[in-house]
């Protein structure tokens, strides 16, 4: 006998709280003995418009409520406090709807469920769109997106567009939304493993994942909501699901399957996973036990001969919002205006502990030399310029040496910053302007250090034993920034920048700026230490964590 089970069912979020915008933009017809909604495209305009700078400013209470946690446990270490207290400054700031939370301010993603009794007259992608392109335009956000000329050659499309953008049908008289910003730290933390039944054993499954969580490292800015999903009947459903259960999207599901294959959270492998993580040592991001905020891990069917596992994350920069459209009018989930009140009493001097003060306007052995009395894991204050390059601007760098040119004075004078600014606001020094992933320059480091330059680098997260290795070798230094709070940053500690060269690289250009008091980590020294390197690989972690 035909029985259909839905493999995830529906849920309309009914305690997510919302805000109704403003607009006369929906009406109702009756047609057939049935009742339409009619929603005008300036509904999904306007819907999409305010999604995105919300998103781009406010967090949600629940995670913001998770960080002030961290502050008050008292097995937290003190870097997993000091990186809370600045994730919970940067809300403030951003909070202000100026600077954005983060420099990369993502991909855009939208997802809409259209009800079967919702006429909106097409062009539903085109008004989604609009909305993306009107609120990057009119804000101070980061155009991240390019168009392939051919092959090989590129462009930026000058308004982050292209969006992801995807609608469904449904049964219902509604239209629901989720959207999304991912930027590329935790976009690239997407990961995908083709197993196989040999898996699904309690043993195998919990050295499979202690594995996996150390491989994703710190680039994607933790504490992580994390997301787990084994099965699926295709590759890409279970990548979908892994991003959605990472937004907390998925967790209305039921705690148990059924013969029919329906989806379902396992709560008490959530659990495993979060002392899983904890164990890492990894924390939140330079020593610790939060690695991640939370965990989902959802069960799905799957073919007798496939076993995929998807892992996804959503970053300290978690942000989602939902959407509806409904006959009384047109919401938006309620982030977080306010979130001073996460903050603590606790003064920044009692959490922060011995902070190292590093003047970056010595000359650069004088800085290494001061560096190289110190551990790993050692807090540092950074005040001086510094040089900004990243991705493109190494690969110009790299064709210098190429041609017998060597690399430019700067490069070797200064310390270099892997990241790429947000627009900067009238009146301000600097836009939202954050950490970059390391990881992305590795192949470049033992070159530009052989060649006199990138001698300190300052990104997040982890780095090859290729980059460990060159820093041994030619005495170099790899500094961690706090990945997340690119809005306290851009107020508190960036005080002048400017393009320095590759101007016509945009957001990709070599820039100089000038910092005071920025805070960085020792993370890999001239002596080939690397405090990655047990943590990731699976090695002594009790060594490395860093008690409280």
């Given at each position: 006998?035909?029985e259909f089970?839905?493999?995830?069912?529906?849920?309309?979020?009914d305690?997510?709280?919302?805000k109704k915008?403003d607009g006369?933009f929906v009406s109702?017809f009756?047609a057939r003995?049935?009742t339409?909604l009619?929603?005008a495209p300036e509904?999904l305009?306007?819907l999409?418009?305010t999604?995105?700078?919300?998103i781009?400013?406010?967090?949600?209470?629940?995670?913001?409520?998770q960080?002030?946690?961290?502050?008050?446990?008292?097995?937290?270490s003190a870097n997993?406090?000091?990186?809370?207290?600045?994730?919970l400054k940067?809300a403030?700031?951003?909070a202000?709807?100026?600077l954005?939370g983060c420099?990369?301010?993502?991909t855009?993603?939208?997802m809409?469920?259209?009800?079967?009794y919702?006429i909106?007259?097409?062009?539903?992608?085109?008004?989604?769109a609009?909305g993306?392109?009107?609120?990057?335009?009119?804000?101070?956000l980061?155009?991240?997106q390019v168009?392939?000329?051919d092959m090989f050659?590129?462009?930026?499309?000058g308004?982050?567009?292209p969006?992801?953008i995807e609608?469904?049908?449904t049964d219902?008289d509604d239209y629901?939304f989720l959207f999304?910003?991912?930027?590329?730290?935790s976009?690239n933390k997407?990961?995908?493993?083709?197993?196989?039944?040999?898996l699904?054993?309690?043993?195998?499954l919990?050295?499979f994942?202690d594995?996996?969580?150390?491989?994703?490292g710190?680039?994607?800015?933790p504490?992580y909501h994390?997301?787990?999903?084994?099965?699926g009947t295709?590759?890409?459903?279970?990548?979908?699901?892994?991003?959605?259960?990472s937004?907390?999207y998925?967790d209305?599901l039921?705690?148990?399957g059924?013969?029919?294959?329906?989806?379902?959270r396992?709560?008490e492998?959530?659990?495993?996973?979060i002392d899983i993580?904890?164990?890492?040592?990894?924390?939140?991001?330079?020593g610790?036990?939060?690695?991640c905020h939370?965990a989902?891990?959802i069960r799905?069917?799957?073919?007798?001969?496939?076993?995929p596992?998807?892992?996804?994350?959503s970053?300290?920069?978690?942000?989602?919002a939902?959407?509806?459209?409904?006959?009384d009018?047109?919401?938006?989930?309620q982030?977080e205006?306010?979130?001073a009140?996460?903050?603590?009493?606790?003064?920044?001097?009692?959490l922060?502990?011995e902070?190292?003060?590093?003047?970056?306007?010595?000359p650069?052995?004088e800085?290494?030399?001061?560096l190289?009395?110190y551990?790993i894991k050692?807090r540092?204050s950074?005040?001086?310029?510094?040089?900004?390059?990243?991705?493109i601007?190494?690969?110009?760098?790299?064709?210098r040496?190429?041609?017998?040119?060597?690399?430019p004075?700067?490069m070797?004078?200064?310390?270099?910053?892997?990241?790429g600014?947000a627009?900067?606001?009238?009146g301000?020094?600097?836009?939202?302007?954050?950490?970059t992933t390391?990881?992305?320059?590795?192949?470049?480091?033992?070159l530009?250090?052989?060649?006199?330059?990138?001698?300190?680098m300052l990104?997040k997260g982890?780095?090859?034993?290729?980059?460990?290795d060159?820093?041994?070798k030619?005495?170099?230094?790899?500094?961690?920034?706090?990945?997340?709070?690119?809005?306290?940053l851009?107020?508190?500690?960036i005080t002048k920048?400017?393009?320095h060269e590759?101007a016509?690289l945009?957001?990709e250009?070599v820039w100089?700026?000038?910092?005071?008091?920025f805070?960085a980590f020792i993370?890999?020294?001239d002596?080939?230490n690397?405090?990655?390197?047990?943590?990731?690989?699976?090695?002594?972690?009790?060594?490395?964590a860093?008690?409280?």
């Open positions: 006998m035909f089970q839905e493999i995830f069912g529906h849920s309309h979020h305690d997510t709280p919302y915008l006369d109702t009756d003995g049935k339409f009619s929603i509904a305009t306007l999409t418009s999604a995105m700078r919300d781009a400013h406010l967090l949600r209470p629940g995670h913001l409520q960080l002030r946690n961290i502050l008050d446990d008292a097995e937290a997993d406090r000091f990186v809370s207290l600045e994730l940067n403030n700031i951003a202000g709807g100026i954005p420099q990369d301010t993502g855009a993603i939208v809409g469920k259209k009800g079967q919702v909106t007259g097409g062009g539903d992608e085109a008004a989604i609009r993306v392109y009107d609120t990057y335009q009119t804000s101070n980061r155009y991240s168009a392939p000329l050659e590129e462009k930026n499309t308004n982050n567009l969006a992801q609608i469904y049908a219902d629901q999304m910003a991912k930027g590329g730290g976009a997407s990961l995908l493993f083709q197993e196989t039944k040999a699904l054993n309690p043993k195998s919990a050295a994942l594995q996996k969580l150390r491989s994703l710190t680039a994607a800015c504490p994390l997301a787990i999903v084994i099965g295709s590759a890409e459903q279970a990548l979908k699901t892994a991003k959605l259960a937004a907390r998925l209305d039921p705690s148990e059924n013969k029919l294959g329906r989806a379902f396992d709560r492998w959530e659990q495993k996973v993580a904890r164990n890492t040592g990894i924390g939140a991001q330079f610790g036990k939060y690695f939370d989902r891990v799905l069917p799957r073919h007798g001969a496939s076993c596992v998807a892992i996804a994350v970053c300290s920069a978690d942000r989602q939902l959407g509806k459209i409904t006959r009018g047109v919401f938006l989930e982030l205006t306010d979130p009140k996460y903050l603590p009493e606790t003064t920044h001097t009692e922060d502990g902070v190292v003060k590093i003047d970056l306007t010595r650069m052995t800085i290494r030399q001061m190289s009395r551990p050692t540092l950074l005040t001086g310029p510094m040089i900004v390059a990243r991705d601007a190494h690969a110009k760098l790299k064709e040496i190429d041609r017998g040119e060597g690399l004075a700067y070797r004078d200064h310390c270099v910053y892997y990241a600014p627009k900067t606001p009238v301000y020094a600097s836009g939202s302007f954050g950490p390391a990881g992305r320059m590795d192949s470049y480091v033992d530009f250090q052989d060649h006199g330059g990138s001698m300190i990104a982890n780095r090859s034993k290729a980059v460990t060159a820093c041994a030619h005495g170099g230094f790899y500094l961690g920034s706090i990945g997340g709070p690119a809005a306290r851009a107020k508190d500690c920048v400017e393009v590759y016509e945009g957001m250009a100089k700026i000038d910092v005071v008091d805070p993370v890999v020294d002596k080939g690397d405090f990655f390197a047990g943590v990731i690989g699976g090695g002594e972690v009790k060594k490395l860093v008690k409280g």
